[in-house]
């Protein structure tokens, strides 16, 4: 069965420096990434998605992320936070295996310190 | 992208009672999903919603409790039913949009509180 792990419940930066939110996921099969961030009272917004070929992907307001089959990790980053980015972050897995259902990770609160 | 609303987004029921979600989607998409999002929690599948046919459901979810209905590619409704405390969350739908590659996108929610 599919499941992620987000092992970084909070993470807290200061306003300018870089991010990284780690994502771990089991999958049996070619995996399909994402990683959604979800800011207080609002809905889910796609960030960004792997989904075949390159391996470092783009995403909007700044994010990337590296796909990386030999430590099934899926890592968010950015190279310059700012404050608008604290919200929670979710990592999650599908696929055509699975029925295309996500299966989410923990989540990962991030606090931006000024 | 897709544009997804949700009604109503947001309730405050009585314990015993059932509320009914809708979801409205901009175009005809093949597969949605209903999840549940508890408060301070992540997001769990509760069903599928398929069209013409009954809901598929995840372990732990029953179709007396959470029935639903999709009877066409760009509308469901998801019904919670004798409502208790325990079902306070965020209710989202969802859908997946095949282009080039896959994309799943997710309504606003609708924040139930049950009381």
């Known amino acids: 069965a599919q499941s992620v792990t987000q092992p970084d419940i909070h993470i807290t930066v200061s306003e300018g420096a870089s991010l990284e939110l780690r994502c771990n996921y089991s999958?049996?099969?070619?995996?399909?990434l994402f990683w959604y961030v979800q800011s207080p009272g609002q809905g889910l917004q796609l960030l960004l998605k792997?989904?075949?070929?390159?391996?470092l992907v783009q995403g909007i307001k700044g994010f990337e992320a590296e796909f990386k089959r030999s430590q099934s990790s899926f890592n968010l980053r950015k190279p310059s936070v700012h404050w608008s980015d604290a919200a929670e972050y979710f990592c999650?897995?599908?696929?055509?295996?699975?029925?295309?259902?996500?299966?989410f990770g923990a989540g990962t609160i991030l606090r931006v310190k000024s | 992208s897709a544009v997804i609303s949700q009604k109503p987004s947001r309730d405050i029921c009585q314990r015993g009672t059932s509320l009914t979600i809708q979801c409205q989607v901009d175009?005809?998409?093949?597969?949605m999903f209903w999840y549940r999002q508890q408060p301070g929690q992540s997001l769990t599948l509760i069903a599928t919603?398929?069209?013409?046919?009954?809901?598929?459901?995840e372990s732990g979810f029953v179709i007396d409790k959470f029935p639903i209905s999709r009877p066409n590619l760009t509308f469901s409704t998801l019904t919670v039913s004798n409502m208790s405390p325990e079902d306070s969350s965020i209710y989202l739908c969802?859908?997946?949009?095949?282009?080039?590659?896959?994309?799943?996108?997710f309504g606003p929610g609708t924040r139930l509180t049950v009381t």
């Open positions: 999958y049996g099969a070619t995996p399909y």
């Open positions: 792997y989904f075949s070929g390159d391996t």
């Open positions: 175009s005809q998409v093949t597969m």
């Open positions: 969802s859908v997946v949009r095949w282009t080039s590659s896959y994309e799943q996108y």
């Open positions: 919603a398929n069209q013409g046919s009954e809901a598929t459901y």
């Open positions: 999650a897995v599908g696929g055509q295996e699975y029925g295309n259902k996500l299966v």
